[in-house]
C-alpha cells in the first residue's frame, strides 16, 4: 500500500515570497492532516480536513496560511508571506476509522527554509 | 503548563541498558495516548498505543496513571537501532482525531 506522498522535499524560498506543498493522503483515508514540526520541537496541528470540510483549523495563521482540499483527497497548503519563522517541517498525515486507534499515517515532510 | 511535556533529555545510554521516558499531559478528559518515533529527518512512526492496563511489545513496555495524568514508555536491552526521538501524543477527547505531541526526548544508544 502506497503511504502518503509530499512534494516538494525540500524548499528554500526568502522571506515574503509565496509558497505552496502538496499532500495525496492514503487511498481511502478520509481525514487529512497539516502538521507544522519546528527543530527541537514536536509537531504542531494547523489544520485538519474530513473529507473536503474543515474540521480543526484553530492553529492555522489565518493572515498568512490556507489550505484546502477541493476534491476530498489532495491537500495544499499555501504560506503567503512566508516569514523567517516559517521554517520548519511541513508534515501530513491521514487516517481512516477503519484502522486500529485511527492511526495517523505521516508523509515524509516539506523542508522550508526561509531566508 | 504545556498540554504535553516530555523529559527534555537527550538519554545517552550504553547497549543493553533500561531506558525510560515520562510524559505528563494537561487535559483530564484526554481518552487516547501514543508513543511515536522520529528517526533524524525521518517521520513520525507510531511506535505503540497505550492502554489504561498497560501494555507490552516486545521489549518495549508503555503504563498509563491516569490519576496522575502521565504516560511512560520502558525499553528494556537497548539497542543501537533504538536511537531515535520518542514523542508522546495525546488525542484530547472522544470524536476528535487530533493529536497534541510532546516536544520529544532524543535517544543515543551507545555501543
Known amino acids: 500500500e502506497a503511504g502518503v506522498a509530499q512534494s516538494p522535499r525540500y524548499k528554500i524560498i526568502e522571506k515574503r515570497q509565496s509558497v505552496a506543498f502538496w499532500c495525496n493522503p492514503i487511498s481511502g483515508h478520509a481525514t487529512l492532516y497539516w502538521y507544522q514540526q519546528i527543530l527541537g520541537q514536536g509537531p504542531k496541528l494547523l489544520i485538519q480536513f474530513q473529507n473536503n470540510g474543515v474540521v480543526d483549523d484553530s492553529q492555522l495563521p489565518k493572515d498568512r496560511f490556507s489550505a484546502e482540499r477541493l476534491k476530498g483527497v489532495d491537500s495544499t497548503l499555501k504560506i503567503q508571506p512566508a516569514k523567517l519563522e516559517d521554517s520548519a517541517v511541513y508534515l501530513c498525515a491521514s487516517s481512516t476509522r477503519l484502522s486500529r486507534n485511527n492511526e495517523q499515517f505521516f508523509g515524509p515532510g516539506t523542508r522550508l527554509t526561509v531566508l | 503548563r504545556k498540554e504535553v511535556e516530555q523529559d527534555p533529555g537527550p538519554f545517552n545510554v550504553p547497549e543493553g541498558a533500561t531506558v525510560a521516558f515520562n510524559c505528563t499531559y494537561s487535559n483530564s478528559a484526554s481518552q487516547s495516548f501514543f508513543w511515536y518515533r522520529q528517526d533524524c529527518r525521518k517521520e513520525p512512526k507510531l511506535l505503540m498505543s497505550?492502554?489504561?492496563s498497560g501494555n507490552e511489545d516486545g521489549r518495549f513496555t508503555a503504563q498509563l496513571n491516569r490519576a496522575s495524568q502521565y504516560i511512560s514508555l520502558l525499553i528494556r536491552d537497548s539497542k543501537l537501532s533504538d536511537s531515535a526521538t520518542y514523542l508522546c501524543a495525546v488525542r484530547p477527547g472522544a470524536g476528535s482525531y487530533q493529536l497534541t505531541f510532546g516536544k520529544g526526548t532524543k535517544l543515543s544508544v551507545i555501543p
Open positions: 497505550v492502554y489504561s
